[in-house]
């Protein structure tokens, strides 16, 4: 398997607090990617990174923001946690955009009540 | 905006069967596409990764093909066994992001 580790892997958090999931690699990919995974909408891209400090959005973006100070970590924050954002979190890495494979993590299960 | 569709959505075999999973885009300006499977509850495990250029990929008892002009794809699962019950995604890389399918979940009856 990758070394792909996502912390938490299970979060209940309330409506208006400010949630941060990690994700860690142990490869050394320079690109990293957070995506949300719902029933009747699939898995959809938030944000990804192609290197430190370096980000861009996805297409579901809107509520959440990144950052990278690490080739290794890609933190994923939502500044006020609303009911819609109720989701399974994955990450992934690849070493390049075109060419490569993309390996997941274990995923986040974020529940906001 | 490329949109990907898996046929079908749900399939349940008796364990032996020969059989296919099918995979549709609609854009063909594609690097690559990857299949994957995932299992309740778990992470989305690689299978297969097919190049633009290439038109098929083996490993094991899984080949998968690409018509990458007529955007299709197909995941052929020779023999299949209950540890092969899961969902199957497909997903399609053009740049920046990797489009996925709904997915197809497959049960195996012993």
């Known amino acids: 398997d990758a070394g792909i580790t996502q912390s938490p892997r299970h979060k209940v958090t309330e409506t208006g607090t400010p949630v941060t999931l990690r994700c860690h690699q142990t490869?050394?990919?320079?690109?990293m990617y957070w995506y949300r995974q719902d029933p009747g909408h699939g898995l959809r891209l938030i944000h990804y990174?192609?290197?430190?400090?370096?980000?861009d959005k996805g297409e579901v973006s809107d509520g959440y923001s990144v950052s990278r100070s690490k080739t290794e970590d890609f933190l994923l924050t939502l500044e006020s946690a609303t009911s819609s954002q109720t989701s399974v979190y994955f990450c992934?890495?690849?070493?390049?955009?075109?060419?490569?494979?993309?390996?997941f993590g274990q995923g986040t299960r974020l529940t906001v009540v | 905006k490329q949109e990907v569709t898996q046929i079908p959505a749900a399939l349940s075999v008796p364990e032996g069967e020969n059989l296919v999973l099918n995979c549709s885009f609609t854009?063909?300006?594609?690097?690559?596409l990857q299949w994957f499977r995932q299992d309740p509850g778990k992470g989305l495990t690689s299978l297969l990764l097919?190049?633009?250029?290439?038109r098929e990929q083996t490993s094991g008892r899984l080949n998968a093909s690409l018509d990458k002009s007529s955007g299709r794809s197909t995941l052929y699962i020779a023999a299949s066994q209950p540890g092969d019950s899961a969902t199957y995604l497909c997903?399609?890389?053009?740049?920046?992001?990797?489009?996925f399918g709904g997915g197809t979940r497959l049960m195996v009856k012993p």
């Open positions: 992934a890495i690849s070493k390049s955009q075109e060419n490569t494979e993309a390996f």
């Open positions: 490869e050394n990919h320079r690109y």
């Open positions: 990174s192609y290197g430190v400090k370096d980000t």
């Open positions: 854009d063909s300006a594609i690097y690559n």
């Open positions: 097919i190049q633009s250029s290439q």
């Open positions: 997903a399609v890389n053009a740049g920046n992001m990797l489009t």
